[in-house]
């Protein structure tokens, strides 16, 4: 029996042409709306944060939102209706105070508008021999040893304690934490600019905070201690040694939605400017109904602009190498069943049910249904056939004896920011009797399905099996499981495997890829990951205050206070093994794009025995291999800064080419051309004859093509498959 269906099936415009808010948005919007502003108080945003990234900004409760602003868009435009977090090219941040929401089509400027969509996540002495990292810091091979200093590493996470021995420099008498700020923290002094939070950016503010606050999600946490350790830790007189151990630190407790992140970027890139150091941001966290997974989402979008003003990005693949998590089907006007798995509600205290993401092709549409069967394979009941043409958002339940089934459906026919119809299903069933059913159609075009644990607090990020069933019977499969942001082109994003070990005459035994790592490539068929890293029993810091469950492997008391190491496994973990190493290729050439870092650690990476033999651009598994530090610090250090510019009027296709690639635009302007690899040594330089540069015979890789003309000079990146 169907119950209570709600039904909202209208895009609202906000001033001007083609402005508009996302599904999600409106319902958000229409729920917070619908609701007394007198009724809302911090006790209400912890008991409704799984809904709503609403908290305080300048002393009111608002709604965190994410935008795309036009050339005309002033901060002036949202005076008395909301605040501006940050920017960061067309993508803004904005905080829209409740009390304010119902005036939302009064914004000018902002081309599309939606709410901040959740973000979730969560032996180095091994990882330092695996990487060759050992070797870095001696200087083997190099001009001198390198430790990553006057180089800075964001960190954004969640459990940082700002006092820990392994933020200190090796003496163990000075903090390497150049500053902290806390989303969560409600008193004291907010970051300028931004309205909410605290920051501590001396060494006393940072003593005497002792640690990030208990956040709204996971209390007094441990993560970002660990992560920071693994990235960048002192030591702290045990053999636990990071990756950049002289590093300086960024450590932002970030609350859970895409524009908080977007403003922890940002303030990272304020202080990194300011004291004119090199910037490295790690993401050890991620969703899968998180943006639009194909690299176009805002905050894909804001770390792609971020990039191209020399911030290095470095995140983690995911965990979901091992459920059968995904289905691609191409369809012909056939039908797909498949049963959906669910997380034990037993196993998570926070556990409501599972959330079914797809994305078809563009002008493309296709339908999607909830079935209920009993364990005899009894069809008791299903949900409304909801095609991705039914735009809106749907909320209802079937009643199956005594039990209600909860679900609801998010539809676009054409994602403004990808132009791709999405359909996102949520569903909750207690009761392991029941199977529900995922039955989709199609008449043409490809469509990507998840099935990802949705828990009551808003994120999970672990996928579930898809199980053949009945007619049209489909099984799941481990492929297409890179989510946000691992996703986003200029990121590294990176695998993980377990360390090698060594016998006692130095014989290397390499280590397997981890059971746990996901596999690329994206849905829009990019290669992802770029590169693995050790991420497997890696033992690191924990938080001295934090309220999680760990096992010690070691402990060490300084200034009276005990101090544990443990061991944890995932991306979490080979993600800041890449971002400290990219802190050592920063202090080795503090003048490389991140492009050309990210290029040399692809290219750099090695292959074994048990990685196989790699091609350009990668494998979905591995990425281009196993980072080794020793081979991309030293071409770090050799490698000329050649500086990569936006192409003016002259436009290039296909880019990545196998062969020829051509020029549109030429006409009017006589060119020479020189083309570099990504060490910026000079390949080739000719006059260009025709509208055609012939890279046939050129390895696979990247390469800096400079054109130069009369009217100018211009340079671009191409990539030879």
């Known amino acids: 029996m169907r119950i209570l269906t709600i039904l909202i099936g209208s895009f609202l415009f906000l001033s001007g042409t083609a402005q508009r808010l996302s599904q999600k948005t409106i319902w958000t919007i229409d729920d917070l709306t619908a609701k007394s502003v007198d009724h809302i108080d911090q006790k209400w945003v912890e008991q409704n944060a799984s809904y709503y990234p609403v908290y305080k900004v300048y002393g009111e409760f608002c709604l965190s939102m994410v935008g795309l602003k036009n050339e005309n868009f002033q901060e002036a435009d ?16 904005i905080k829209f105070p409740i009390r304010n929401l119902n005036q939302i089509d009064q914004i000018k400027n902002i081309e599309y508008l ?22 870095v810091w001696i200087g083997y091979g190099l001009s001198q040893p390198f430790t990553g200093k006057n180089v800075l590493i964001g960190i954004t996470d969640w459990g940082f304690d700002y006092n820990h021995p392994m933020f200190m420099d090796t003496t163990l008498t000075t903090s390497r934490v150049r500053a902290a700020w806390d989303h969560f923290k409600l008193s004291g002094d907010q970051p300028a600019g931004f309205g909410y939070g605290v920051e501590y950016d001396t060494p006393a503010e940072l003593t005497a905070a002792e640690s990030d606050t208990a956040g709204t999600y996971y209390d007094y946490a441990t993560h970002g201690s660990h992560v920071a350790g693994i990235a960048g830790g002192s030591g702290a007189g045990t053999k636990y040694r990071g990756m950049a151990f002289e590093c300086e630190y960024l450590f932002n407790s970030i609350q859970l939605d895409a524009g908080s992140a977007i403003d922890a970027f940002n303030w990272m890139k304020g202080i990194a400017d300011a004291d004119g150091k090199r910037l490295v941001v790690n993401m050890s966290w991620g969703l899968y109904y998180m943006g639009t997974m194909d690299g176009t989402s805002l905050v894909s979008q804001a770390i792609d602009d971020l990039s191209n003003q020399g911030v290095v990005f470095v995140t983690s693949g995911g965990n979901n190498g091992q459920p059968k998590f995904h289905i691609k089907k191409d369809f012909a006007g056939d039908t797909v069943r498949s049963k959906i798995q669910f997380y034990g509600y037993s196993l998570h205290d926070n556990m409501w049910g599972e959330s079914i993401s797809s994305w078809g092709e563009v002008g493309e549409s296709y339908s999607m249904q909830f079935e209920v069967y009993d364990n005899t394979g009894v069809l008791l009941d299903s949900t409304p056939t909801y095609a991705s043409t039914d735009v809106g958002y749907y909320d209802s339940i079937l009643k199956i004896g005594s039990d209600t089934i909860f679900y609801n459906f998010t539809i676009e026919s054409a994602h403004t920011l990808n132009n791709r119809p999405m359909i996102w299903g949520r569903v909750k069933n207690t009761n392991t009797t029941l199977s529900v059913v995922m039955k989709t159609f199609a008449t043409s075009g490809t469509v990507h399905y998840w099935n990802v644990v949705e828990l009551d607090n808003g994120v999970g990020n672990w996928g579930q099996d898809f199980i053949s069933f009945g007619n049209g019977g489909t099984a799941g499969n481990t492929q297409y499981g890179v989510g946000e942001p691992a996703c986003t082109e200029s990121a590294i994003t990176v695998a993980a495997h377990t360390g090698a070990n060594y016998s006692q005459s130095g014989t290397e035994y390499p280590g397997s890829l981890a059971g746990f790592s996901s596999e690329g ?10 590169v693995s890293a050790p991420g497997v029993g890696v033992v690191s810091s924990i938080n001295s205050y934090t309220t999680a469950s760990y096992s010690t492997s070691s402990s060490i008391i300084f200034n009276g206070r005990t101090y544990d190491f443990s061991a944890f496994s995932g991306t979490s973990m080979s993600s800041p093994t890449v971002a400290g190493i990219a802190a050592l290729m920063l202090e080795a050439n503090p003048d490389l794009t991140a492009p050309q870092l990210k290029d040399l650690i692809k290219s750099t990476a090695r292959q074994d025995s048990k990685t196989g033999t790699i091609t350009w651009p990668g494998d979905p598994e591995w990425g281009m291999g196993k980072i080794t530090a020793t081979v991309a610090v030293a071409r770090a250090e050799n490698t000329l800064s050649v500086q990569i510019t936006e192409l003016g009027s002259v436009d290039v296709y296909p880019n990545p080419t196998d062969g020829i690639l051509y020029l549109r635009n030429t006409e009017s302007q006589d060119f020479s051309y020189a083309v570099y690899n990504i060490q910026g040594q000079l390949i080739e330089s000719k006059f260009l004859t025709t509208n055609q540069i012939d890279l046939t015979g050129y390895k696979a890789g990247t390469y800096i093509i400079k054109l130069n003309s009369k009217e100018g000079t211009q340079q671009l990146r191409a990539i030879k498959l």
């Open 78 to 93: 949202l005076k008395g209706l909301a605040y501006v977090g940050s920017s960061v090219g067309n993508v803004v941040t």
């Open 114 to 135: 939606e709410v901040a969509d959740r973000i979730g996540g969560m032996a180095l002495e091994r990882s330092a021999k695996d990487t060759r990292v050992d070797s």
């Open 521 to 530: 490539p994206t849905y829009d068929e990019r290669m992802k990951p770029d």
